[in-house]
């Protein structure tokens, strides 16, 4: 019936004629983001590796829009089955989750998630608040999951790695410091950066992104139109994936120089 009406279906492959980033690219610049403004923030040691990791994966968060992309496919019919609401709702693949107010409203999602867990931790005597937990352990599991899937780590086992990664980081709570002075929980950040990654990932290819959508459907671009790359070519393979590696690289160097010198652990300030 979805096929007959021209309906995208959650197991459907993705589109070969919408122009995207590879998701290995979005991830990429996902946890470029989260440390290349480490210090401002700032973070180190554990923390760090752990909000990098859930910035990788929020890095393909706003593709949840598309029912066959990589974080669709994280845990099968599940997200790709929720990835098809996201599509009708946001008005396809690269409209609503590919504009500003889409960065909004995934932000205050995370934000009211990162926000229900502080509190249960804070009340942590209180047997009640463990749903608290909840909201958070599944935002966490998916970017954990999808990130790794991204970036090929784990391989077949790669989505099992990633929820107990997320429970991991629950149980610690290495999740659970705000990380500005406007006490924002550090999973609403990343999800802020990943996403932001995402969408001038995006505007460096020729459609551009809607910013301005619903209200204009006009796709702004960061680059002039004949310079603009085309995915999985040239471009991205051989310029666009080493200067993303190679910019993590240099910043995980020098956020992690200070601990290599001085023996320091690291961790939140």
Known sequence: ECRRRGLA????????REPAMLGHDHALSGA???VAVAPLLPVSGTQLAVAATLTAGAGILPDL??????IARTFG??????????HQLSGGHRKGTHSLLGLA???IVALWAGSWQQSASANVHHGELWWHLV????????LFSAGLRALYIGGHHGDLFGIALAVLVLWKGWDLVEVTPWHVP??????????LAHLAGDMLTHDGCPLLYPVSRYEFGLLPEPIRITTNK???????????LAGLAYFVYRDAAPALTTGASGGWP
Do not use: H, K
């Open 65 to 70: 829009d598309e029912p066959g992309s990589t």
């Open 9 to 16: 279906w959650p197991l459907d492959p993705p589109n070969p």
């Open 32 to 34: 470029l983001a989260f």
């Open 135 to 142: 909201p958070a352990g599944l935002i966490m599991a998916l």
């Open 77 to 86: 019919f599940l997200t790709g089955a929720f990835a098809w609401i996201v």
């Open 186 to 195: 550090v999973l609403a950040v990343s999800v802020a950066l990943g996403a």
């Open 234 to 244: 040239l471009a991205e393979r051989w310029v666009i994936s080493p200067l993303l």
């Open 105 to 107: 409203l995934l932000t």
